[in-house]
């Protein structure tokens, strides 16, 4: 199962093009899996056209005597479930066995957001008088008025900025482009 774990990883690298983090959690999920089955089975190889919807059910039940958080758990399955999909497509397998074990039932969070008064102090930090503490507010603004995340701003450039429009076309996750109003 290793060799498509890999074949996998590579594409979800090249073709999908995702983030060094995003590829971390994967590999950390398939991993994770992948030696369970092999204690499970008491194998060093295990076959992915050999894993059945119950080997899937089984790993997760033993993160949850872990103790696991089911946002995790749901995580590790939604990397198990994308890599069976793949399989399939590939042809590499003959049926997928993640197809239907259904994802735990998630409580809603809500987003964690600093009040205008925060925000205000927050942007009022950086000083005014030099390069670098305009610099900063500017990248605060970008962040907390415009709603650019961290990767976003880090790759902007100068002429992604539209001064006569006030806005700015960043490129998000996935190479996907977006317009954000500035100000």
Known sequence: MWTEIDQFLHYLRFQRKYSEHTL??????????AEFLQDSAGQNH?????VETNHIKDFLGHLLIMGLEKRSI????????????YLLREEMISKNPAAIVSTPKLDRRLPVIIDIKQANKLMNLPPTDTFEGIRDRAVLELLYGAGLRLSELL???????????DTIRVTGK??????LPMG
């Open 74 to 85: 749901a995580r590790k399955l939604s990397s198990i479930k994308s890599l069976f999909r």
């Open 174 to 179: 996935r190479d996907k482009e977006r317009v």
């Open 155 to 165: 790759f902007l450039r100068i002429e992604n900025i539209d001064f006569s429009s």
């Open 24 to 33: 971390e959690s994967y590999r950390n999920d398939l991993t994770q899996f």
């Open 46 to 50: 295990v076959s992915a056209n050999s």
